[in-house]
């Protein structure tokens, strides 16, 4: 078994704020809910949602110099129970006063954290549901597992308006027992979060329990395979990053390390030093949204979807990493500070963990007439978290390489969403991953938002596809085929799917700097395996989803604009978001851009998914193309072997 050592964390310097950038500090968190408390009348059942850093204007943020005084707003959401009402407040921390208070009208905040309890314990209060248990031969409502899931919007006019969730219901066998082996088939409770009461039980008819357990935890598999030798990490002079605050410089990169409750990780104005000065590349970058569509159309299961960050806020599920565990090697764990119901801060240690890899081979050559060889190993950053939502896992993944490739991989674990079906039934919408446990096929779309400045704020995107060239004149032999730019000006014309049988990629470049070859200089999006989704467009989940339709769309900056599904995800009835960022066809042309990569994994359920998922992964890449005048990483000092050098 491992065996999980000591933790080292940044303890103490997270709370400096030393830059406008810098994630609101628990005390400013618990400055901002009581300066909003004390100067409006909140209601006595009040949530408080959010609580995050309102982001200065980009000029400030860019004209900020080291050690000038750095201001300091809140963003606050909260949720009135009683009214069922959202409100939205900017509070000044350095004047202490709202500077903005407004209700918005006709929106959910996400399902918090502490609903998710109280919905809970209200279901299994519920005589109709402990009914329904007892139909099902459950005696002990205690080893039940109440799930809420957003109800969505279906357009059902008995839930309008209301703050709804549907729960899902699985059964323990005992209190560490994997309860999503034994789904309650066929039972769920809609859930009114803001009267905390049961709207109503839908049962469909009892379905038995399936058989088997479904245990991965340590001491219930005892068995382990006695052949894994120890590998350590060690860097015996420490870490070649350093790390000031939030400020990270690595290798010739230089960065910020943000986080949100909703998004989780977030890293700002990345830039890479060049010729003695730091070129920026990205201002910021995040994921903006995501959701995991499934496709068993039967009893309630049409409803299940799941906006990871924007329904529960996934920043806030972060786990706290462990080192040896989640973590090796020589690592720097960021915490995160973040709100709770009551508007009071919790922190997660460990929420972000950074660290070096050595990442193969960078480069090589032999010359095969001399015998000379030169290699270089290739070493990456690597800035990631990871969060559990419900039953799931996801770990996210930011990788920074010498050559000046960024890389995305999100990494999905955790426990498949679990369905029974009856002894001896075949499902067509899903795969038997153990006996009469049925795993839905299912998706899962992220959304990244990438706020680029290539070299600079203003910034041009072009397609690049490779073409055929038809046979004739200019190919007699056939053999001709060439990569074809085409600019995307509009955001209409930027919204584009990807094409892997014509290498496609797309470039952002910035037309008022050019390389020492006289082109743009500019960084390619490379996207990765991806899919579109199967759902109608006239299904619910396309029109609150509606980024899915498309891997790429391109914005000008705008700072209200910072999500795929839009402000308020939760139960919206659809449109808002990229759909309707983008219909006015504004022009993205030679301008502040913002790209927007949808990224879809698709997931038929294996039975090696069963108990638990190994990771299965899926990502994107930024690359330098034309960016640099040539390799960038000449200048990387060959390795010695304990034999001598490795070039001869
Ligand atoms: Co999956």
Not at 7 to 18: H, I, P, S
Request: some cysteine; overall charge negative.
């Amino acid at each position: 078994m491992a065996i999980c050592h000591g933790v080292r964390t940044d303890a103490g310097t997270a709370q400096f704020v030393k830059h406008p950038l810098d994630p609101l500090t628990a005390e400013e968190i618990a400055e901002a809910s009581s300066i909003l408390k004390s100067q409006r009348a909140l209601g006595p059942r009040v949530r408080f949602e959010t609580i995050v850093l309102k982001e200065p204007d980009k000029k400030d943020v860019l004209g900020f110099r080291n050690g000038a005084p750095v201001r300091r707003h809140a963003f606050l959401v909260v949720l009135d129970n009683d009214e069922e009402a959202t409100y939205e407040a900017t509070v000044c921390l350095d004047e202490g006063r709202v500077i903005d208070w407004k209700c918005i009208p006709g929106v959910q905040p996400r399902v918090m954290f502490e609903e998710f309890a109280e919905c809970e314990a209200a279901v299994k209060a519920d005589p109709r549901f402990r009914k329904a248990l007892e139909k099902r031969g459950i005696s002990d409502p205690d080893l039940v597992m109440v799930d809420p899931w957003s109800a969505g919007n279906f357009g059902f006019p008995d839930e309008e308006g209301r703050r709804l969730v549907i729960t899902r219901n699985f059964l323990r066998s005992s209190p560490t027992d994997n309860g999503y082996a034994r789904p309650i088939e066929g039972l769920s409770a809609l859930v009114d979060l803001n009267k905390m009461e049961i709207m109503r039980i839908d049962d469909y008819g009892v379905v038995p329990l399936p058989p088997e357990d479904g245990n991965y935890a340590a001491e219930f598999v005892g068995d382990f395979r006695q052949d894994l030798k120890p590998l350590e990490i060690t860097q015996p002079e420490g870490p070649s990053f350093i790390v000031d605050g939030h400020s990270v410089s690595w290798q010739k990169w230089h960065l910020r390390i943000g986080f949100t409750p909703r998004e989780g990780l977030v890293i700002h104005t990345v830039g890479y030093e060049d010729q003695g000065r730091i070129r920026p590349i990205l201002y910021r970058a995040a994921l903006s949204d995501m959701v995991v569509p499934y496709g068993e159309p039967g009893k309630d299961h049409y409803r299940k979807n799941a906006f990871d960050a924007g329904e529960y806020g996934i920043g806030s599920l972060t786990n706290p990493l462990t080192l040896g565990c989640d973590c090796l090697g020589e690592i720097y764990y960021f915490d995160a500070h973040l709100n709770d119901g009551h508007g009071e801060a919790f922190t997660i240690p460990n929420a972000v963990c950074m660290h070096e890899e050595d990442y193969g081979i960078l480069w090589k050559h032999t010359d095969f007439r001399t015998g000379k060889v030169e290699v270089r190993r290739s070493r990456r950053l690597v800035i990631s978290s990871i969060a559990t939502v419900g039953n799931y896992e996801y770990g996210f993944f930011w990788y920074f390489y010498q050559d000046g490739t960024i890389q995305m991989e999100v990494k999905l674990t955790g426990i498949i969403n679990t369905s029974a079906i009856a002894e001896g039934e075949t499902p067509k919408y899903g795969t038997i991953v153990a006996p009469q446990l049925n795993a839905h096929i299912h998706q899962h779309f992220f959304n990244f938002r990438l706020d680029m400045s290539v070299h600079g704020e203003s910034n041009t995107v072009h397609e690049v596809n490779t073409v055929a060239e038809p046979l004739g004149p200019d190919n007699p032999h056939g053999n001709a085929f060439y990569a074809e730019a085409t600019p995307l000006k509009t955001e209409l014309e930027a919204r584009r799917v990807i094409d892997p049988m014509s290498g496609r990629y797309w470039v952002v470049s910035n037309p008022s700097v050019k390389n020492v070859l006289g082109g743009h200089v500019g960084y390619k999006l490379m996207p990765g395996e991806n899919i579109l989704p199967f759902h109608h467009p006239s299904s619910s989940i396309m029109k609150r989803a509606g980024f899915m339709a498309k891997h790429l769309w391109v914005t000008p900056y705008a700072p209200e604009e910072m999500s795929a599904t839009g402000s308020y995800p939760n139960q919206h009835p659809g449109g808002a978001g990229l759909p309707e960022y983008t219909k006015g066809d504004r022009s993205v042309d030679n301008t502040d851009v913002v790209l927007w990569y949808t990224l879809g994994y698709h997931h038929v359920p294996r039975p090696e998914d069963w108990p638990i998922s190994p990771v299965a992964y899926c990502g994107f890449s930024l690359k330098p193309v034309g960016f640099f005048d040539t390799n960038p990483v000449l200048d990387v000092p060959p390795s010695m072997e304990s034999n001598g050098a490795c070039h001869t």
